[in-house]
C-alpha cells in the first residue's frame, strides 16, 4: 500500500471530488479512479460509492478517513519542516579552520554569525591539517592551499600571498640579504607546515620560478610561535603576510625582495559535493568571504 494513495483517498473525501483532487495534484481523473480503486483493491473493501450526482463514502471509508487525514497531515508536516531548513538558519554546524585565519578573523567571524542566527550553534576547531570531512563529520572546512580530493567542492575566497621578512634589530646586526641567493648565510626560521617543505622557499626571477633551501636554528608548526621569534631578532621567516600584517605596517617587520616572492596561495571554504548545500552552510560561507574581503589588505 502506497503512502500516496492515502493522502490522494483523503483529499477526495475533503473536497468532496474526483476532479478537484485531479486538478490539485495536476493529473486526470481517470488517474485518481485507478489510485483510490487500487486502494480499495488491497484492503479488499470498497471505500467510496460515486454516482453522476454525488459521491458518497462507505462505512469502511469513513474508518479510513481519519488516518488518511494523519498521513496527509504527517506528510505536510514533514515538507513544511524541510522547507524550513532552507528559510531559516538554525542547527548545528561543525567547521575546521587553519589556526592563522582563525586568530586573525575567523573566530569573531563565526562568532558574530552565530549572535545574528540565534537558532544556530557551531563547532569550530583550529587546526591546521586537512581533516577528512566525511570520515570526522565536518561541514565546512577553511583550508589554504590547493585540494587534492575531488569529491568535494571548494570555493575560493581570496589569495594569500606570503612574504619574507625581518626584525630592525636581526637587519642592524647581520648584513642585509641583496638577492634571495644571501638568505643562504642567514639563520631562517622555518615554518613547517609549508606543504612544500620547511627548508624550500619559493622566489620568482620573470616567469621562471625557483625554490632556495634555507638552513636555520629554529623551526616551529606554530605560526604565532614563528612570528614572536622573528620579531625578537633571531632570523628570517618565510610566512603569510597576513600574520605580519600589522608588525609590517608599524615598522617593526622589514620585507625583503617582496616583488620575487613566489608563493601565493589560495583559500578555499570546502565542503561535501551536495546538490542543495544547506542555507546555513552557504550563508556562513558568504559572510565569512565578506570578513575575508574586508580585510584583503592583510593578505596581498
Given amino acids: 500500500m502506497q503512502a500516496d494513495d492515502l493522502i490522494l483517498f483523503s483529499q477526495v473525501v475533503e473536497l468532496g471530488s474526483f476532479s478537484k483532487a485531479a486538478e490539485i495534484n495536476q493529473v486526470s481523473n481517470s488517474v485518481v479512479s485507478k489510485r483510490i480503486a487500487r486502494l480499495e483493491a488491497e484492503l479488499g473493501v470498497q471505500l467510496l460509492y460515486r454516482t453522476t450526482r454525488k459521491l458518497t463514502v462507505t462505512e469502511a471509508g469513513r474508518l479510513l478517513t481519519q488516518g488518511a487525514k494523519n498521513v496527509n497531515q504527517a506528510a505536510i508536516e514533514a515538507f513544511a519542516s524541510v522547507s524550513n531548513l532552507e528559510t531559516c538558519i538554525t542547527g548545528h554546524i561543525k567547521m575546521s579552520v587553519p589556526t592563522i585565519s582563525g586568530d586573525l578573523l575567523l573566530a569573531e567571524a563565526v562568532a558574530e554569525f552565530c549572535q545574528l542566527h540565534q537558532g544556530l550553534t557551531v563547532d569550530m576547531s583550529l587546526d591546521n591539517r586537512f581533516v577528512d570531512l566525511i570520515e570526522e563529520g565536518y561541514d565546512l572546512v577553511i583550508r589554504t592551499g590547493h585540494l587534492t580530493d575531488s569529491s568535494l567542492i571548494a570555493r575560493h575566497i581570496i589569495d594569500s600571498q606570503w612574504v619574507v621578512c625581518a626584525s630592525t634589530s636581526y637587519l642592524q646586526n647581520h648584513p642585509s640579504p641583496k638577492t634571495p641567493k644571501d638568505l643562504l648565510q642567514h639563520n631562517c626560521l622555518k615554518y613547517a607546515y609549508q606543504s612544500s617543505g620547511a627548508n624550500e622557499w619559493a622566489f620568482k626571477d620573470g616567469q621562471h620560478t625557483y625554490s632556495i633551501r634555507v638552513n636555520g636554528s629554529f623551526s616551529t608548526n606554530n605560526a604565532a610561535a614563528l612570528r614572536k621569534a622573528v620579531l625578537a631578532g633571531y632570523g ?25 616572492v613566489a608563493k601565493k596561495q589560495g583559500v578555499y571554504a570546502v565542503y561535501p559535493n551536495t546538490k542543495h548545500l544547506p542555507l546555513k552552510t552557504k550563508t556562513l560561507i558568504e559572510h565569512i568571504k565578506n570578513k575575508y574581503q574586508r580585510l584583503a589588505h592583510y593578505f596581498n
Fill in 236 to 260: 628570517i621567516a618565510y610566512l603569510p603576510r597576513c600574520l605580519v600584517h600589522e608588525d609590517l605596517r608599524d615598522h617593526k617587520l622589514s620585507l625583503l625582495f617582496p616583488s620575487q
